[in-house]
């Protein structure tokens, strides 16, 4: 029997991606009977399927978000495991992305089909670090699909923050940071360089750095900004969301000065806009270098690219002589608002 192309069993549908022979998809954008997913972002992780598989992780991050809406059915697959759906078989395998991230891949009749979810290349302290996978189909995303996006390396941003503390030390560093990941792995960039003061979050932040410490993320001294006077910020760095920024809120801090945490914030006209004062360029997904790497490491010959700039990258595998087509799917972002 000759091996399948990958598109004759696995297609772009107005619900994501769907495998026909397993009868799931990946990351739908809706709800569906069964669904594969990859990591804990809500534009990845949606409420109301009614079954889901996903890595220990992701589901305790989505039960923690959604409550019953997690799921009718949620099945947990370590890392490295394989569970039989249909007539294909999945295994999840680290993406580098956040805690409990993964690639989906997927075997079937011979065919190998790895959906990337989000992911990104360099260490992270906060998750298990991406593992290139061999295979047929290669679907990635391209959040940061251009050549102009090369992240610095992330000890040059937290440098960047300690030396503005220590240049001021009557002002607050209040730094933005999306709840799920970049927050955490702020926290542990930080204890990385050498900071070992406590770090002050703001209480939409508290919930799910504590699930970070349920899964061994040591993260070290942490204090909730409620009930504080002013004084008791002055030197400190406040981490909070990224639209607090612009709230209320901040008039309980001294002198705030403003930071963003974003592979955005390579864009000076994006910083600007924000009333960035300290833009710090970590991000949580792979830049240009790190795509084409990848695309390298696990050798498929079709690629596909399921958002952010995807005609860039389609471009440069089609150079290379890859079949490549974006899929244009919509309801994805860079990271949570």
């Known amino acids: 029997m000759p091996i399948p192309e990958p598109q004759s069993w696995i297609r772009a549908t107005p619900s994501g991606l769907y495998c026909e022979p397993g009868g799931f998809h990946i990351d739908p954008v809706q709800p569906v009977e069964r669904a594969v997913i990859t990591h804990g972002h809500s534009d990845h992780a949606r409420p109301g399927h009614r079954r889901v598989l996903a890595t220990p992780e992701t589901i305790a991050i989505m039960r923690q978000r959604y409550g019953e809406g997690a799921g009718g059915s949620l099945q947990v697959a370590g890392y490295g495991g394989t569970v039989s759906i249909g007539d294909v078989s999945v295994s999840l395998v680290p993406a580098g992305h956040i805690l409990g991230s993964a690639q989906a891949v997927i075997d079937y009749r011979g065919s ?6 989000d992911y990104k290349r360099r260490p992270d302290p906060t998750c298990v670090g991406f593992e290139p ?9 391209a959040t940061f699909g251009l050549p102009v996006f090369r992240h610095p390396p992330d000890s040059h941003e937290i440098e960047k923050l300690l030396h503005s503390v220590r240049l001021y030390p009557e002002r607050c560093h209040l730094v933005g940071v999306y709840a799920l990941g970049k927050c955490q792995r702020l926290i542990a960039l930080l204890r990385a360089a050498g900071y070992d003061e406590p ?28 009930g504080l006077t002013q004084d008791a910020f002055k030197g400190r760095i406040v981490l909070a969301p990224p639209a607090a920024l612009a709230d209320r809120w901040t008039r309980r801090l001294p002198d ?15 910083a600007k806009a924000r009333g960035v004062e300290l833009p710090l360029v970590i991000s949580d997904h792979a830049d240009w270098d790190e795509l084409t790497q990848t695309l390298d490491d696990v050798g498929a010959e079709e690629i596909w690219v ?16 890859l079949r490549a087509r974006a899929l244009a799917l919509t309801g994805f972002g860079e990271e949570e608002e």
């Open 199 to 226: 770090i002050y979050l703001h209480g939409a932040l508290i919930g799910l750095t504590e699930l970070y410490d349920s899964f061994g993320i040591a993260l070290g001294p942490l204090l909730p900004c409620a």
């Open 256 to 270: 705030p000065v403003a930071a963003l945490a974003s592979g955005w914030m390579r864009v000076k006209q994006r």
């Open 133 to 141: 996978q061999r295979c047929d189909l290669f679907i990635t995303e």
């Open 112 to 117: 190998r089909v790895v959906v990337s979810g």
């Open 306 to 321: 399921t958002h952010g700039r995807e005609e860039a990258l389609v471009h440069h595998a089609t150079m290379r002589g």
